[in-house]
């Protein structure tokens, strides 16, 4: 059974940080894509941040350029995201995913998703 785990999440204050992780099991995903999204109540999931199977590439929604780094660890079969400078309007559930897209911005694209975990940055 393929299972994505997200952990990391909870209530920080304004310009604090986190850290998510992403483990993987059930397969390898050290040849896929693995990315982050995050949903807030009332939207529509939005991409945050990708990043390529070598670790040599990663992509980053405007919003949280500068601030957040993704990172990855294949003998882990893990992702990370680390969130600095947190605003409130980064409070939502965020979910990683993985797959082997071109289109790493795009939800539809990834075959495998995380049950959540929820960040909340209070002001």
């Known amino acids: 059974q393929v299972q994505l785990v997200e952990s990391g999440g909870g209530l920080v204050q304004t310009g604090g940080s986190l850290r998510l992780s992403c483990a993987a099991s059930?397969?390898?995903?050290?040849?896929?894509?693995r990315a982050w999204f995050r949903q807030a109540p009332g939207k529509e999931r939005e991409f945050v941040s990708a990043?390529?199977?070598?670790?040599?590439?990663?992509y980053y929604a405007d919003s949280v350029k500068g601030r957040f780094t993704i990172s990855r660890d294949n003998a882990k079969n893990t992702v990370y995201l680390q969130m600095n400078s947190l605003k409130p309007e980064d409070t939502a559930v965020y979910y990683c995913?993985?797959?082997?897209?071109?289109?790493?911005?795009?939800?539809?694209?990834?075959?495998?998703w995380g049950q959540g975990t929820q960040v909340t940055v209070s002001s």
């Open positions: 990043i390529n199977w070598s670790g040599t590439i990663t």
């Open positions: 995913a993985a797959g082997t897209t071109a289109t790493p911005k795009l939800p539809y694209s990834y075959n495998y």
């Open positions: 059930g397969r390898t995903f050290s040849s896929y894509l």
